[in-house]
């Protein structure tokens, strides 16, 4: 059973689009707002190392 699971990628795909559309969001709130792209990466580059989830 834990080798089916571990082999069902079904999951990852989902995952995946998840993280396509948040960069959509992303770059389409900034096209809306004015804000030039290295801004708001920059500050969501900020706000996960605060947050300590960079793994590091």
């Keep these: 059973m834990l080798r089916k699971f571990l082999k069902d990628d079904r999951g ?11 960069m959509i ?16 990466f920059g500050r969501l580059g900020n706000l996960i190392s605060a947050s ?3 793994g590091q």
């Excluded at 990852?12 to 948040?22: K, N, R, W």
């Excluded at 770059?27 to 801004?39: N, S, V």
Aim: charged letters at 15%; a negative charge.
């Design 52 to 54: 300590g989830a960079s």
């Design 25 to 40: 969001s992303i770059l389409g709130l900034a096209a809306l707002d004015d804000t030039p792209i290295d801004d708001i």
């Design 12 to 22: 990852a795909t989902a995952v995946e689009y998840g993280l396509i559309l948040a």
